[in-house]
């Protein structure tokens, strides 16, 4: 299952945040099922509904986050759990190593 990464969202003001929701509720055609806090990297981890078009949701948040310089959005094809670290996969074929502990 894809998911979209959000990089360095915990960064972000309160107001930013705020709008960032407001902007996700709006989606018509795209649902969100799960949202993970990566604090021990500052990220976000936004999984859909199978009918939703990860495609599709990783352009609008690219045009949502474009003013945005720390921000960065990613699209992640494989996440490999391991005992102490997972690893994600994302489209680009980057590879990022993350502690275990995500806060739903």
């Known amino acids: ?3 979209i990464y959000i990089e360095n969202y915990i960064t972000m003001s309160p107001k930013q ?6 902007f996700i509720h709006n ?5 969100v099922k799960k ?3 990566l604090f021990c990297e500052e990220s976000l981890l936004l ?3 199978e009918r939703s078009s ?3 949701a990783y352009e609008r948040l690219k045009i949502f986050f474009k003013n945005f310089t720390k921000i960065k959005v990613d699209i992640i ?15 680009n ?9 995500i806060e739903e």
């Open 1 to 3: 299952m894809e998911s």
């Open 17 to 22: 945040k705020e709008a960032f929701l407001i």
């Open 27 to 31: 989606f018509k055609d795209l649902r």
């Open 35 to 37: 949202q993970k806090l």
């Open 47 to 49: 999984e859909f509904f």
């Open 54 to 56: 990860i495609d599709k």
């Open 77 to 91: 094809t494989q996440i490999i759990p391991g005992s102490d670290y997972s690893i994600f996969r994302f489209k």
């Open 93 to 101: 074929d980057r590879q990022l190593r993350i502690k275990k502990r």
